[in-house]
């Protein structure tokens, strides 16, 4: 279990890092996301999130049902500390993947709005070129030309800073990919630290058993 979500999570940030930044592949994935979100994608993506989203239920129940017997004991025993920590870990592993499907699904929705909003930009900027190369000396048709090229160029100055909105988006959504990578590192040695912990209870409970 523990093995499939740490795939999981690289899986995820490798593919965080190919939106990120402008590479060969970056259009590939933009494919394959477009092709996920038609058809019976959603459905598939929503059953999975759900299916992570109930197996963190249980962990967390697990751990109250832990934390539950600890009190009415009054000792925390070697075994329910190492469900505890098993619990804890594989918790904080799926929410971190259900965090990242998340960031994903919303940077690949912004790389598609600023795709849009740039050939948008480009159509408004032609349809002005064309109003002002087509102006001719009638008075009340020139007049008209002004206000719409006018209007035009309102809808680019709007059209630029949304797209400067999104860039900086994107900027933040690189920062908190190194956050989170940091977070992942963290997140192994926390993982080599309970397995040796894990193994140390070992020991102890046989050398108990003995």
Known sequence: MLQLLYTAIFGE????LTL????PLRKLV???????????????????GA?????????????????????????LNPTDQVLMSKHMLEASLMGFVLFLSLMIDRLHHYIRELRLLRKTMEAVKKQTRSFEDGKNGN????KALTEEITT???KVK???????AKGNKEKTLETEVEALKKQSEGFLMEYDRL??????LRSQLEAINR
């Open 13 to 16: 940030m490798l593919l965080i």
């Open 20 to 23: 990120v930044f402008k590479t």
């Open 30 to 48: 933009i494919v394959s996301l477009d092709r996920v979100k038609r058809g019976r994608g959603p459905i598939v993506v929503t059953t999975v």
């Open 51 to 75: 299916t992570l989203v109930v197996v963190l239920s249980s962990s967390l129940y697990s751990m109250a049902k832990i934390q539950q017997r600890t009190l009415e004991a009054g000792i």
């Open 139 to 142: 008075t009340e048709e020139q």
């Open 152 to 154: 035009l160029k309102s």
């Open 158 to 164: 709007k059209l630029e800073s949304e797209c400067e």
């Open 195 to 200: 397995l040796e912990d894990n193994q140390n």
